[in-house]
Nanobody, 119 residues
Framework: QEQLVESGGGLVQAGGSLRLSCAASKTIFTISTMSWYRQAPGKQRDLVAV???????SYEDSVKGRFTISRDSVNNNVYLQMNSLKPEDTAVYYC?????????????WGQGTQVTVSS
C-alpha cells in the first residue's frame, strides 16, 4: 500500500499563506496525476487542484489566482502554495494519487492535514 504523507497545515490569519507538501514514492510519483482535495466539517471532499506528470494544472474556481500546485521530481513531492487565504478555505486537505496510464489502477490518499484560517 502506497503512503502519501502530507505536511504543512496549521493556523493562519485571513490573508496569510501556507504551503502544503505531499511526499510519495518515486515509482508512484512518476506515473501519477497528483491532486489536492479538501473537506470542511459536514461537507463532502472536493477537488482543489490537479497536476499531471507533464506539469499541466487545473484548479477549482474559488482558488484560482490564489493557490498554486506544483510537483518536484527531485524530491517526489507535490506542493500546494496557498496565498490570500480566507476563512472558507478552512478544511482538512488531502493529497491524492491516481495513475495517468490506463493499464494501471489505484487511488491513494494521504492522512490529511488541517488548515484553519481565522478571520
Amino acid at each position: 500500500q502506497e503512503q502519501l504523507v502530507e505536511s504543512g497545515g496549521g493556523l493562519v490569519q485571513a490573508g496569510g499563506s501556507l504551503r502544503l507538501s505531499c511526499a510519495a514514492s518515486k515509482t508512484i510519483f512518476t506515473i501519477s496525476t497528483m491532486s489536492w482535495y479538501r473537506q470542511a466539517p459536514g461537507k463532502q471532499r472536493d477537488l482543489v487542484a490537479v497536476v499531471a506528470t507533464a506539469g499541466g494544472t487545473s484548479y477549482e474556481d474559488s482558488v484560482k489566482g490564489r493557490f498554486t500546485i506544483s510537483r518536484d521530481s527531485v524530491n517526489n513531492n507535490v506542493y500546494l502554495q496557498m496565498n490570500s487565504l480566507k476563512p472558507e478555505d478552512t478544511a482538512v486537505y488531502y493529497c491524492n494519487a491516481v495513475p495517468e496510464f490506463p493499464l494501471m489502477k489505484y487511488n491513494y490518499w494521504g492522512q490529511g492535514t488541517q488548515v484553519t484560517v481565522s478571520s
